[in-house]
């Protein structure tokens, strides 16, 4: 399925981190990439739903605006429960930039990794595991 593109320029270096899962997708069992408009996800479709959502979207209207527009938030969507365990249940963010640190009570945990997993329970988790360790990887090698 080919990648939605978008018409408004990408914050910070989304699309540099967008072009490096579309070149590497077959490293991640080819999940759909929708580009959304300062995020973007990494969809595995299948009876159960998965997503890994990267975000320079401040949706917790804090004006954040961390160095260079760096990476707000990478978390999870739709049916992650059936493919992962989380160590915290009550929240999905397992990255967040340290600048909501001053904004106690937004997300809750340590930062820059508030949510750990703890056992990825399919094969589309260990997908997302993987994009999540190489996209952060990739994110600061270049910084």
């Known amino acids: ?6 018409s408004k320029p990408m914050p910070g270096r989304m699309e540099e981190l ?5 070149g590497n997708r077959e490293q991640f069992g080819n999940p759909e990439i929708n580009a959304l408009n300062e995020a973007f996800d990494l969809t595995w479709n299948g009876d159960h739903k998965l997503a890994l959502r990267w975000s320079w979207q401040d949706i917790l209207n804090v004006s954040l605006r961390p160095k260079e527009e ?3 938030f990478c978390s999870l969507i739709w049916d992650y429960q059936f493919h992962l365990d989380l160590k915290d249940k009550s929240h999905a963010f397992l990255y967040v930039n ?3 640190e001053r904004f106690p009570g937004k997300i809750e945990g340590s930062y820059p990794y508030p949510n750990t997993i703890l056992k990825c329970l399919t094969r589309e988790g260990e997908w997302l ?3 999540l360790e190489a996209g952060l990887g990739h994110l600061e090698a270049r910084d």
């Open 18 to 22: 967008l072009r490096f899962f579309q």
């Open 70 to 72: 760096g990476l707000i």
């Open 98 to 100: 340290h600048g909501l």
């Open 129 to 131: 595991q993987a994009a």
């Open 1 to 6: 399925m080919p990648e939605k593109s978008i």
